[in-house]
Nanobody
Framework: QVQLVESGGGLVQAGGSLKLSCAFIGDMAQYGAIGWFRQAPGKEREAISC????????YYTDSVKGRFSISRNTARNTIFQQMNSLKPEDTATYYCAPAFDTSCQWYLSPSSYKYLEVWGQGTLVTVSA
C-alpha cells in the first residue's frame, strides 16, 4: 500500500522561494518515474516535473524550467521540489505522484494524471503579486 504526504506549501510573495516535500510511504522501486503536478482553481491538473527512477534524469515543462528543481533523497524515500522565482501564476495545489511508466515524456504529457492511481492530499502554494 503506497501513501504520499506532501508538505511545504504556503503563502509567498512573487519572486520568493518554497521547497515542497513528498514523503513516499511504500515501495518506490516498483515505479519507473515520479514527479509533481499542480492544479489551479478551475483548471486541469498538469504535470510540471518528472524524475526518472531508472537513471535520475529530470525533466520539466517550459512553464517552470529554470525555476523549479526536482530531487530525491533515497535514504528518506522523499521527493523534493525547490521552487524559485515564484510567480502569481504558480498559485495552485501541488501533488506528487508515481508512475509505473518509465517515460518522463509521457509523464509530462497533457492528461497523464488521468492514468495515475496514487495521490496525496496535496499542498497549497499561494503566490501574491
Amino acid at each position: 500500500q503506497v501513501q504520499l504526504v506532501e508538505s511545504g506549501g504556503g503563502l509567498v510573495q512573487a519572486g520568493g522561494s518554497l521547497k515542497l516535500s513528498c514523503a513516499f510511504i511504500g515501495d518506490m522501486a516498483q515505479y519507473g518515474a515520479i514527479g509533481w503536478f499542480r492544479q489551479a482553481p478551475g483548471k486541469e491538473r498538469e504535470a510540471i516535473s518528472c524524475l526518472s527512477l531508472e537513471d535520475g534524469t529530470t525533466y520539466y515543462t517550459d512553464s517552470v524550467k529554470g525555476r523549479f528543481s526536482i530531487s530525491r533523497n533515497t535514504a528518506r524515500n522523499t521527493i523534493f521540489q525547490q521552487m524559485n522565482s515564484l510567480k502569481p501564476e504558480d498559485t495552485a495545489t501541488y501533488y506528487c505522484a508515481p508512475a509505473f511508466d518509465t517515460s518522463c515524456q509521457w509523464y509530462l504529457s497533457p492528461s497523464s494524471y488521468k492514468y495515475l492511481e496514487v495521490w496525496g492530499q496535496g499542498t497549497l502554494v499561494t503566490v501574491s503579486a
